[in-house]
């Protein structure tokens, strides 16, 4: 007997022909997964070690090979921390520009010097992509909030555990005033855009009842 197999636990039609804005809509790992084997391992190490990011115990592109497919959409031995997904966020919001960490209790900056990750253009078209994740995708949950949100949904397996639930992104969406970028994970939450996106949504609100973005 035959069942459906859905990369959106939301899903309830196929995704159908898939692009990147597609892709990144909803959330389609098959799309992720064959992109990466056509770009090959080398260009998401380079991307990635931008941010610090392992995407995999030997971040190599002899070590991510053997676990490229997976390590496309984010599985695999890729690890990160909500700091480092943030930045990723941060760098989209930016243009392009990937943004230096700067820890408000102590006054010290992570990294020295910012650099360029995307053109101006290409991280354009991913905002887009990612305002659209919440209002027609699987951070849906959110389309409703008075501060546009752009963002990304993740559920990440665990071995012998419930998925880790993720939701990334930056508010508000489109303008030029002062934004945030924020990465949420919730251990063994299952499915991001029911567990973490909320909570995401949470940290945009009370952002702009304090006046920290406008």
Not at 42 to 48: F, G, I, N, S, T
Not at 103 to 116: D, F, H, I, K, L
Not at 178 to 192: H, K, L, M, Q, S
Request: hydrophobic content about 45%.
């Amino acid at each position: 007997m035959s069942r459906p197999v859905r990369d959106d636990a939301l899903d309830t039609t196929p995704h159908g022909h898939v692009d990147l804005e597609r892709g990144l809509v909803v959330s389609c790992n098959a799309y992720f997964a064959q992109l990466a084997v056509a770009v090959g391992p080398r260009p998401l190490v380079e991307a990635a070690s931008l941010f610090q990011i392992n995407v995999a115990r030997t971040p190599t592109p002899d070590g991510v090979r053997p676990m490229l497919a997976q390590v496309g959409y984010g599985q695999g031995e890729a690890l990160v921390t909500p700091l480092k997904l943030a930045r990723v966020s941060a760098a989209i919001a930016a243009g392009g520009v990937v943004v230096p960490a700067h820890w408000e209790t102590t006054g010290v900056e992570t990294t020295a010097s910012s650099v360029r990750f995307l053109t101006a253009r290409d991280a354009d078209r991913l905002a887009r992509a990612m305002r659209a994740v919440v209002t027609s995708g699987t951070g849906r949950s959110l389309q409703s909030s008075p501060v546009p949100i752009a963002g990304k949904t993740g559920t990440a397996e665990v071995a012998g555990a419930a998925a880790h639930a993720w939701f990334t992104g930056f508010a508000p969406s489109g303008g030029k005033g002062r934004r945030i970028a924020f990465a949420v994970i919730v251990e063994n939450a299952g499915y991001g855009g029911r567990a973490a996106a909320p909570i995401a949504g949470a940290i945009v609100s009370a952002a702009n009842e304090l006046g920290v973005i406008k």
